[in-house]
C-alpha cells in the first residue's frame, strides 16, 4: 500500500502494530490513517478509542474482512470516518483518501478563517431560543427537520447543528434535492457500481457514503419524488445503503439533517410526501423565523453582511447612513436574507463613499415587495396575482435564465417550471 500510495503521489508512513501507530501519531501530523481492524496486541477498535480520548481528530478508514463487518460498524461508531473490505481495490483506497483529506482540509481552512463565529448572527429572542435548541440537539445523533420560509437559513443552522456536533471533524455534504434532475438523483445520493447502466465506466461513491463519519443536509426534503422517498425512509430505519447495479449492503455512518420551505403536513395530507417518512425526519423539529418576524437582528445582520462581502469585493465600505439603516428596518424583506445579502451586494457596487445611503440601497428594485404595494392599493389583487408577477419580474430581470430566476424566488427549476405552465407565462 505504502509503495503504491507513492506512486499516485501520496506520502504515507507504516507502522506495524498499534503501539507503533501511537507512536507515530504523537510524533507527526497526519491528514488520515489507513488502518486494520485486526491487529496483534492493540485491534485497530482500540487505537480509534485511544485517538478519540487524547483529542485526535484525524480521520480513519478502517479495513475489515468479510467476517467483521459488525465490528467495522462498531468502528464507525466510535469515530472512524469509513471502512473497506477484504479484498479491496487500491484505486478506491486512494479515491475515498483523497475525499476524505479534501474534506478535513477544506474544514480547516474554513476553521481558521472563522474561529469564533458560528455563521449563526442575531441575538433577537427567536435567534437566541434556537442557539439554544442546536446546543441540546447537536452531541446527538438525532435526525432534524429544519423548516421555514426561503432566504431564512436552513444551511447555516444545519452547519451549526455539524459543527457543535461529535461528528465535526467529519465531511458536511449537502444537496440541493430540488436543483438535480430526477432521474440522476438516486446514483447522487446512492452511487453506482460499473456498468449499472450505460455510461457508468467506474464505480462512483454516493453522497450517504461520502458523508460517512460527518453530516448529510437534504436541501429542499420537500421536492423529492414519491419512489425515492421509499427508499429514503429504508435508509433512516435500517442504516444501510446499496448503490446502483450492487448487491451488498453498505453501513452508513452520517447524520441526516432535511430542511424545506413547503409544508410538509399538507404534502401528507395531498399524497405528496409519505408520512411514515415524515414523521422519520421530524426527530427534532427547528422553525426559522422569516427576517420580517426578527427586524431587532437586521443591523447586525448588515454590518456582518457588509463585513464580508467588502472584503471578497476589495472595497473600503465599512457602514451605512443612519437614513439606510432605518430603511432597511422598515423593509418586509419576503427574500429573508437572501435578501438582504443582495440588496446590500448591489449597494456596495453602487456606493460613491464609504458609507452607504438610501439611494444606494435601491430598495424599490425588491419585486416581491412591488407586489406588496400593488396589492395594498388594489382589493382585487390576489395571491396568485402576486406570484404569477413576481416570477415574471425575475425572468424578465435574467432574461428567461429559469436557473438563475428559480434561485432568486427561492425555488426549485422544476416548481419554476410547472408554475410557468401553471400560470401560462409566454417567455
Not at 500510495?5 to 488520515?32: C, F, I, Q, V, W
Not at 461513491?205 to 422517498?229: K, N, R, V, Y
Not at 429504508?234 to 420551505?261: F, H, S
Not at 424566488?409 to 400560470?423: D, N, V
Request: one cysteine or more.
Amino acid at each position: 500500500m505504502k509503495r503504491f500510495l507513492a506512486m499516485e503521489g501520496l506520502d504515507s508512513d507504516t507502522a506495524e502494530n498499534g503501539l507503533s501507530a501511537k507512536r507515530l501519531l504523537r510524533e507527526n501530523p497526519y491528514d488520515a490513517v489507513l488502518m486494520d481492524l485486526r491487529m496483534p496486541g492493540m485491534s485497530g477498535l482500540d487505537v480509534i478509542r485511544w485517538m478519540r480520548g487524547e483529542g485526535f481528530r484525524t480521520p480513519v478508514i478502517m479495513i475489515s474482512a468479510h467476517g467483521d463487518i459488525s465490528d467495522a460498524v462498531e468502528a464507525l461508531k466510535q469515530g472512524a470516518q469509513d471502512y473497506i473490505v477484504k479484498p479491496f481495490d487500491p484505486e478506491e483506497v486512494v479515491i475515498r483518501l483523497k475525499s476524505l483529506v479534501e474534506a478535513t482540509g477544506l474544514r480547516r481552512i474554513a476553521e481558521q478563517e472563522r474561529p469564533d463565529e458560528s455563521g449563526l448572527i442575531g441575538e433577537s429572542p427567536d435567534m437566541v431560543a434556537i442557539k439554544h435548541v442546536i446546543a441540546k440537539i447537536a452531541p446527538s445523533p438525532a435526525t432534524v427537520l429544519i423548516t421555514g420560509e426561503s432566504g431564512t437559513g436552513k444551511e447555516v443552522v444545519a452547519r451549526e447543528i455539524h459543527r457543535q456536533s461529535r461528528l465535526s471533524s467529519g465531511p458536511f455534504v449537502a444537496i440541493n434535492i430540488g436543483g438535480v434532475p430526477e432521474n440522476l438523483l438516486e446514483s447522487e445520493l446512492f452511487g453506482y457500481e460499473k456498468g449499472a447502466f450505460t455510461g457508468a465506466v467506474q464505480r462512483k461513491m454516493g453522497l450517504f457514503e461520502l458523508a460517512s463519519g460527518g453530516t448529510l443536509f437534504l436541501d429542499e426534503i420537500g421536492d423529492m419524488p414519491l419512489p425515492l422517498q421509499v427508499k429514503i425512509l429504508r435508509v433512516l430505519q435500517e442504516r444501510r445503503i446499496t448503490r446502483l447495479g450492487g448487491t451488498e449492503p453498505i453501513p452508513i455512518n452520517a447524520r441526516i439533517i432535511a430542511a424545506t420551505n413547503k409544508n410538509l403536513e399538507k404534502q401528507v395530507v395531498d399524497g405528496a410526501f409519505r408520512e411514515d417518512l415524515f414523521y422519520r425526519l421530524n426527530v427534532v423539529r427547528i422553525q426559522l423565523p422569516p427576517l420580517r418576524e426578527r427586524r431587532s437582528d437586521i443591523p447586525v445582520l448588515a454590518a456582518y453582511i457588509i463585513s464580508r462581502y467588502s472584503k471578497e469585493m476589495g472595497v473600503k465600505v465599512t457602514g451605512f447612513t443612519p437614513e439606510a439603516l432605518e430603511a432597511l428596518k422598515n423593509h418586509s424583506f419576503y427574500g429573508n436574507v437572501r435578501e438582504l445579502e443582495n440588496i446590500i451586494e448591489r449597494a456596495i457596487i453602487f456606493a460613491d463613499s464609504d458609507t452607504i445611503d438610501a439611494d444606494d440601497l435601491d430598495l424599490r428594485t425588491s419585486g416581491v415587495h412591488h407586489v406588496q404595494n400593488r396589492e395594498s392599493s388594489s382589493p382585487c389583487y390576489t395571491l396568485r396575482d402576486a406570484e404569477k408577477n413576481a416570477i415574471v419580474n425575475s425572468l424578465q430581470r435574467w432574461e428567461g435564465n429559469r436557473t438563475k430566476a428559480a434561485k432568486e424566488l427561492g425555488i426549485s427549476r422544476r416548481t419554476l417550471i410547472s408554475k410557468i405552465q401553471e400560470y401560462d407565462i409566454e417567455l
